[in-house]
C-alpha cells in the first residue's frame, strides 16, 4: 500500500468512556476486550476512576488515534476486581483495582474514504495514577510513523469505604474499610517506535505531598527500540486531600 492512496475503505472511529463511581449504586467489576484490525482513520479514549471525589483511588486516561494500517489492537481491561483475602469476613467484596494489557501495531499513511481525507500520524497517550500510593506513570507516543508496543498495567489501592462500594451486608464504619489492602502500580512497555516517545513516572510521600521520592523520564524522537518496567509499592495506608499528583 503506497501513502496518499486512495482507499475505499471504512474508517474505524472507537470511543469508550470508563467510569466507575463511588456509590451505592456503583459497578464492581468492569471487564472490557477488544480486537480491531483494519485500514483507516482510529480513535480510541478511556477513562477510569475507581473512587468518587478529587485526587483519591486509582485513575486512568488514555487516548490514541491515528490514519493507516492497523494490524493490531488487542486489548483487555479489568477494573476493580473481586477479592477473598479473609473468606470469614470479607468474601465477595471489592479489592480495589485496575489490570490492562495491550498490543498495538499500527503504521501510518494518508487515507482518503467517501470523500474526506484522514491524514494524523499515529499518537498513544497514557497516565495512570494512585493516590493511595502516592505513585504516576506515563508513556506516550507521538508522530509515529510506525509503532510496534505491547504493554501491561496493574495497580491496587487501599480499597475504599463501604458507603462508597456495594459491600454484602451493613457493617459499622471503621470495619468497613479494606485495611488489608497494599497499595501498588507496576507498568511494563515493550516497543519499536518510528517518531517520538516519552516514558515517565513520579513517587510522592502521601503524607507529605511535596516530597517527592522519586523521579525519572525518557524521551527518544527517531527510531528506538524500548524495554522498560517500573514497580513501585507501599504497604502503609495514608489518606490525601487535593489534587497533588500530575503526569510526569
Known amino acids: ?12 472511529v472507537i470511543t469508550g468512556l470508563i467510569c466507575v463511581i463511588g456509590s451505592a449504586a456503583a459497578a464492581t467489576n468492569i471487564w472490557v476486550e477488544s480486537n480491531v484490525k483494519g485500514v483507516g482513520h482510529l480513535t480510541s479514549e478511556y477513562e477510569v476512576d475507581t473512587e468518587y471525589g478529587l485526587a483519591n483511588g486509582i485513575e486512568m486516561q488514555e487516548l490514541e488515534s491515528g490514519s493507516g494500517l492497523v494490524t493490531k489492537q488487542k486489548w483487555t481491561l479489568e477494573v ?10 470479607f468474601v465477595g467484596v471489592c479489592l480495589e483495582g485496575l489490570i490492562e494489557e495491550k498490543e498495538f501495531d499500527v503504521e501510518y499513511f494518508p487515507i ?13 497517550k497514557k497516565c495512570v495514577k494512585n493516590y493511595d500510593l502516592g505513585a504516576v506513570t506515563d508513556a506516550n507516543f507521538m508522530q509515529c510513523e510506525k509503532l510496534q508496543k505491547k504493554e501491561s498495567v496493574v495497580t491496587y489501592g487501599n480499597g475504599v469505604w463501604g458507603i462508597d462500594q456495594v459491600w454484602p451486608w451493613p457493617v459499622p ?9 497494599t497499595p501498588s502500580l507496576v507498568q511494563t512497555v515493550s516497543a519499536d517506535v518510528l517518531g517520538i ?15 517527592t521520592i522519586a523521579y525519572g523520564r525518557e524521551e527518544t524522537i527517531g527510531q528506538f ?9 507501599s504497604n502503609c495506608r495514608t489518606d490525601q486531600i487535593g489534587d497533588w499528583l500530575g503526569c510526569p
Open 80 to 89: 476493580n476486581p473481586m477479592g477473598n483475602t479473609d473468606p470469614a469476613r
Open 173 to 181: 464504619r471503621p470495619q468497613q474499610n479494606l485495611f488489608w489492602g
Open 112 to 124: 482518503t474514504y467517501q470523500n474526506h481525507s484522514y491524514d494524523q500520524k499515529w499518537m498513544q
Open 1 to 12: 500500500m503506497k501513502k496518499g492512496l486512495t482507499m475505499l475503505v471504512a474508517a474505524m
Open 225 to 233: 527500540s524500548i524495554e522498560k518496567t517500573i514497580e513501585i509499592k
Open 197 to 211: 516517545s516519552h516514558i515517565g513516572f513520579s513517587a510522592k510521600d502521601p503524607n507529605e505531598h511535596r516530597h
